[in-house]
């Protein structure tokens, strides 16, 4: 059974960083891409992140690239989401997602099929 956990949100001032963190079990851990979405209010889900950890790579959205960065750590089974110079309009609700390889590829990041409960992320301006 997947289970996903993600931690790590908080209040943070503009130009701040914050670093999520996503514990996974229940799966074979390089045998799934993780990714992280984000949903702010009155705003559709965003795809942020992902990595796939059978081949270590990675995507990012064009509102993170540069800011974000997304990492795994196998022994912990647990990927992360170091988030720097942090805007306003980051903040959101923030979800860890997996999907295993057969599936990721043909997903975008919001359809991936498992999915854990959110952490909030609120950037004051």
């Known amino acids: 059974d997947v289970q996903l956990q993600a931690s790590g949100g908080g209040l943070v001032q503009t130009g701040g960083s914050l670093r999520l963190s996503c514990a996974t079990s229940?799966?074979?851990?390089?045998?799934?891409?993780i990714g992280w979405i984000r949903q702010a209010p009155g705003k559709e889900r965003e795809g942020v992140s992902y990595?796939?950890?059978?081949?270590?790579?990675?995507y990012y959205a064009d509102s993170v690239k540069g800011r974000f960065t997304i990492s795994s750590d196998n022994a912990k089974n647990t990927v992360y989401l170091q988030m720097n110079s942090l805007k306003p309009e980051d903040t959101a609700v923030y979800y860890c997602?997996?999907?295993?390889?057969?599936?990721?590829?043909?997903?975008?990041?919001?359809?991936?099929?498992?999915r854990g409960q959110g952490t909030q992320v609120t950037v004051s301006s």
């Open positions: 229940g799966f074979t851990f390089d045998d799934y891409a």
């Open positions: 990595i796939n950890n059978g081949d270590g790579s990675t």
């Open positions: 997602a997996a999907a295993p390889e057969y599936q990721w590829r043909e997903l975008p990041i919001t359809e991936y099929p498992s």
